[in-house]
């Protein structure tokens, strides 16, 4: 309560704490000119701060004169934090110290794909054992995760009561107020109650905040990446999923039951949801329907091929400079595209012969054979940056945005993808955000989990809760 000797004792520690964040080591003469405090009061504060592990005595200052003073520094290590993000692709795991460092990382397979392995690992080492083999699909789930948390844990020397707090990220719509997970993407779709903010707490011995991994990545960008410190900017992401994580004055937007940003159900002109288009799937729907499916030699081969030394004139060529120029006599700020042209509703039907070849087709195969100068494959990705434009101009024209980070499996390939974007955008958007490439690439997410649980885990240790 406000007022009591515990309330300004919490206080004072604070005050004290935040100067020795934000200044670095200070002898408590120092920290007395910087917070205001009596040194008396500073040495009581600190002392009890020292108790609690929170900071610590670490050498000498370097005075002119006189006896020199201890500095006392911010204990970075008194505690540690996670970040984890939960892809569709790919999981990710980074552990920090509470200046938000990240000192370990370390990816693993999907969902699905770690799931398989271990169901074949169990039937291989035992075969009357069901119970174990019976285990629910939530239960699985949450014991994958741990172990993988459990592992990064040991190899740094760390024991479960020095995690404060868990930050997870998971391509999915997070209502606010229950934890529950409305929506995911494939294929993680029937783990909704797995992923839920309730069955993490139960999982884990710590506590735990669970949010939309594009909201993550953008104030991962925000606090370390492209986008520090802008006053309003948004996070695009394109990979299994698309969405977009929108931050204003350094606060990230929810809305109405998580929805902000869920820009995945945007319609097009023709009825299509934008994510069924900009998502990987449709990204290799799109190459089929322009026949790229059948032919492309792998990424191996276009790295081993001649063709490469040539990769990074994509800029240059005559074909993208074509791309460019794109004029519309009639309306000088709409695109000059429908989105029947856009997704290929338009083309013949006579494209079956590509279908056999589209599942050894990946996106990495596109976007290389576009960086080596292959036609077909500038093709497809002409047509896909206009997929992109028409999302991007409608959120630059709603948020007028300083700033539009692309992200995500399929939007980091900045390379390819935003010598298009700024040519349309630049001549053809009513408000032209500057548009630049994730810094933090696949490590967005897990960086935006880390700082919410630090934030978090800050703010306990401040309003004094058991360190125990």
Request: aromatic fraction near 4%; glycine fraction near 10%.
């Amino acid at each position: 309560m406000a007022g009591t000797p515990q309330y300004l004792r919490n206080l004072n520690e604070n005050l004290i704490m935040d100067a020795l964040i934000n200044q670095g080591a200070m002898s408590r003469a120092d920290i007395s000119r910087q917070t205001g405090l009596s040194k008396p009061t500073v040495s009581s504060a600190v002392e009890h701060l020292i108790e609690r592990n929170l900071v610590k005595e670490t050498g000498r200052a370097d005075n002119a004169q006189g006896r020199k003073a201890t500095l006392i520094q911010f204990n970075e290590t008194a505690y540690y934090v996670c970040g984890v993000d939960i892809g569709a692709t790919r999981i990710r795991v980074a552990l920090a110290d509470l200046n938000g460092q990240i000192v370990a990382y370390a990816a693993y397979p999907p969902i699905i794909q770690a799931m398989h392995q271990q169901q074949e690992s169990q039937q291989s080492q035992q075969s009357n054992d069901s119970q174990q083999s019976n285990e629910s699909s939530e239960r699985s789930v949450l014991l994958l995760l741990h172990g993988y948390v459990n592992q990064m844990l040991q190899k740094n020397g760390l024991v479960w009561s020095n995690i404060r707090c868990i930050g997870f990220g998971i391509p999915g719509v997070v209502l606010p107020g229950s934890g529950k997970i409305k929506r995911i993407v494939e294929p993680l779709t029937g783990m909704e109650s797995a992923f839920s903010r309730d069955a993490l707490a139960r999982a884990f011995p710590c506590d735990v905040i669970l949010d939309n991994d594009v909201n993550l990545a953008a104030l991962g960008e925000y606090r370390s990446g492209a986008a520090v410190d802008s006053p309003l900017f948004v996070f695009f992401s394109i990979g299994a999923g698309t969405g977009a994580g929108i931050m204003v004055q350094g606060q990230l937007l929810h809305g109405l039951g998580g929805m902000t940003g869920e820009v995945a159900e945007m319609l097009l002109e023709n009825g299509s949801r934008l994510e069924d288009v900009l998502s990987a799937d449709g990204l290799l729907h799109l190459a089929k329907q322009q026949g790229l499916a059948l032919g492309l030699k792998t990424s191996n081969e276009l790295k081993n091929s001649n063709e490469l030394k040539n990769s990074n004139e994509l800029k240059e060529s005559n074909e993208i400079k074509k791309s460019n120029e794109v004029k519309n006599p009639k309306h000088s700020d709409a695109l000059p595209f429908s989105a029947e042209e856009v997704t290929g509703d338009n083309t013949d039907d006579n494209i079956d012969g590509a279908a056999d070849g589209l599942q050894a087709l990946t996106p990495e195969m596109i976007f290389e054979a576009a960086r080596s100068g292959e036609a077909l494959a500038i093709s497809v990705i002409k047509h896909y940056s206009r997929m992109i434009a028409l999302a991007l101009r409608q959120i630059s024209v709603v948020l007028a945005p300083e700033l539009i980070v692309l992200g995500g499996g399929i939007g980091g390939n900045g390379d390819v993808l935003l010598p298009l974007l700024k040519q349309i955008a630049a001549e053809q958007f009513p408000v032209k955000p500057q548009l630049i490439c994730s810094a933090l690439g696949e490590r967005a997410v897990v960086t935006g989990a880390v700082q919410v649980a630090l934030q978090r885990t800050l703010l306990n240790l401040q309003q004094g809760e058991s360190e125990e």
